[in-house]
């Protein structure tokens, strides 16, 4: 008797143990691609890159819900949905992509070991072939998704070559190498590789800050040579983005919905709580929810080559 | 018939001023203030050397270090990276990989974070330098 007691107790702690360190859930934007971007929430050990100067680098996981996880890579992923490009939360993912077409983008807390800032990158890592990371310091964005997923959006572009999007005056003296879209005070809109934290930010053809002599167009340097990524094929990005689940009616209760596929979904709360999960079929579905959870809810849904997610005011 | 000809003349001039604005879209055109010529046989040094390594790259232009880290992916991409000890603290990162068709590239960058400058090997006209630029072109955030 005792002995199966200690048994009990040991599969406790240990379902405990997995609960505490569990792996981000795993999503993948554009499965069918070789090049990859890797989303790291889980944290890591650094070692053998030009930022150990000072020895091994420990990231502590993210600590993020599986909610607020889900909600930041759909972000992401809707800024690279131009491309054949798979931004992935899964490191076998990673582990298969093609050395020279994959980077790493490790979500983390605290950047003390570097400075006081919303990340760091090297320029065109993602061909370097040495797995050298690029780095999104939580703290620094006080924590908001939304600041963290624009940061690791502008981090994988410098990743990809790209340089800062930058404003010059009639002369070509530059006023600011960050450019937050000032030169229009009307337009809503700014370079994602400026300041994209504040106004719907987009990838942008600009002067970059290597000079107002050069035009730099983001999506082009993106899709074209060294990293030779190339565009999503006409009619993919329909069949991938949000459009594969619509919601069609939403009372308390219950959601019902679309789905172009046959798919796994969960619902989860703001506070990455899971509130059900179970499959769609292609076609009309309804999904029951407790008429008491009331405010944002995510809804989660993926398939065997595309997944994504949407916000959900209930 | 002359008319034509300045026309055509035009039209060609325009055309290869495109094609040349358009090649400024390269991460290549970084703006530098020193570049140094090495050669390719140089550069694969650096991948047989020992732990301990010392390689004159160019005259002048010598790496005294020890390899960090070195890794190898089936042998189409080596990419070591070395901790210098002539310029304290500075990492040389440096990668040779080979194409389908067989045929060698090299990357690299000499950085030290947070330094004002840094280096990276560009390759032009199958020939390679260490161009010196601001380290906010290779390192950023």
């Known amino acids: 008797m005792k ?62 819900s599986a909610a607020s996880i889900t909600w930041i890579h759909k972000l992401i992923s809707d800024h690279f949905k131009l491309f054949n490009l798979n931004i992935t939360t899964d490191p076998a993912v990673y582990e298969r992509a093609p050395i020279r077409q994959r980077t790493r983008i490790i979500i983390t807390p605290d950047g003390s070991w570097y400075g006081q800032v919303p990340g760091v990158s090297a320029i065109g890592s993602f061909i370097w072939g040495d797995d050298t990371p690029a780095w999104v310091f939580m703290n620094a964005l006080g924590n908001n998704p939304f600041f963290i997923a624009a940061s690791a959006t502008h981090q994988i572009g410098h990743t990809l070559g790209l340089q800062h999007q930058s404003l010059y005056d009639g002369y070509g003296v530059m006023i600011t190498e960050l450019s937050g879209g000032e030169n229009n005070i009307l337009s809503n809109e700014a370079p994602l590789m400026g300041i994209p934290f504040y106004k719907q930010a987009e990838w942008k053809d600009g002067h970059p800050s290597t000079g107002v002599q050069n035009i730099q167009s983001d999506t082009a340097m993106i899709a074209g040579a060294p990293n030779y990524i190339g565009y999503r094929k006409t009619g993919e990005e329909t069949a991938s983005s949000e459009n594969a689940v619509k919601i069609e009616k939403q009372e308390p209760g219950s959601l019902e919905l679309n789905s172009s596929g046959n798919y796994s979904y969960r619902l989860f709360d703001i506070s990455g709580r899971l509130l059900t999960q179970g499959n769609l079929k292609t076609g009309y579905n309804e999904i029951r929810t407790n008429p008491i959870s009331t405010g944002v809810i995510v809804l989660q849904w993926s398939g065997e080559s595309i997944s994504g997610a949407q916000k959900i005011i209930n | 018939m002359n008319t034509l000809k300045t026309i055509l003349s035009g039209l060609c001039l325009l055309c290869s001023l495109l094609l040349s604005a358009q090649e400024k879209n390269t991460q290549a055109e970084l703006p530098y203030s020193n570049k140094i010529e090495v050669s390719d046989r140089a550069l694969e ?13 160019a005259p002048g232009f010598r790496i005294n270090g020890k390899i960090e880290n070195k890794s190898d992916h ?38 030290k974070l947070h330094e004002p400058d840094g280096m990276m090997l560009v390759e032009k006209d199958k020939r390679y330098y260490f161009i010196e630029t601001q380290q906010r072109f290779l390192v950023t955030e």
């Open chain 1, 3 to 64: 002995k199966y007691f200690i048994h009990i107790i040991v599969c406790l702690l240990l379902c405990l143990h997995v609960n505490v360190f569990a792996q981000s859930p795993l999503l993948n934007s554009y499965s069918g691609a070789a090049a990859t971007v890797y989303l790291d929430f889980d944290g890591a050990e650094v070692n053998g890159t030009i930022w150990n100067e000072q020895g091994l680098i420990h990231a502590a996981p993210s600590g993020l």
């Open chain 2, 45 to 57: 040094s650096l991948f047989l050397a020992p732990e301990n390594i010392s390689v004159e790259l």
């Open chain 2, 74 to 111: 089936g042998n189409s991409v080596i990419s070591i990276l070395i901790k210098l000890n002539n310029t304290e603290g500075s990492m040389l990162s440096i990668s040779r990989y080979k194409d389908p068709q067989g045929i060698i590239y090299y990357t690299g960058h000499l950085l």
